[in-house]
């Protein structure tokens, strides 16, 4: 479940959107990192499947988390 509170008097919306766009940055090398495993085929041919799974789920981790971020983030901005 998630709440949703106007912050605009509460924080500095620069300093948030900043934060946000870092954690993003982060996320966004995790991802790639995590797809280049599972682009490739030596990797998927060669790993146990729990392996494989683990780094798929891994990835829709970073995705879900990833896609929340700059929903926030573009939520800031437009206010």
């Known amino acids: 479940m998630e709440f949703f509170l106007p912050l605009s008097d509460l924080i500095d919306l620069n300093v948030e ?27 998927i041919e060669n790993a146990p499947s729990n392996v494989v799974d ?15 971020l700059v929903n926030n983030m573009n939520n800031l901005k437009n206010n």
Do not use: P
């Open 17 to 43: 959107i900043s934060r946000l766009q870092n954690k993003i940055s982060d996320i966004e090398g995790r991802m790639k990192a995590v797809k280049r495993k599972l682009d490739n085929s030596s990797f």
């Open 54 to 68: 683990h780094e798929k789920n891994k990835y829709e981790n970073y995705k879900n988390n990833y896609d929340k």
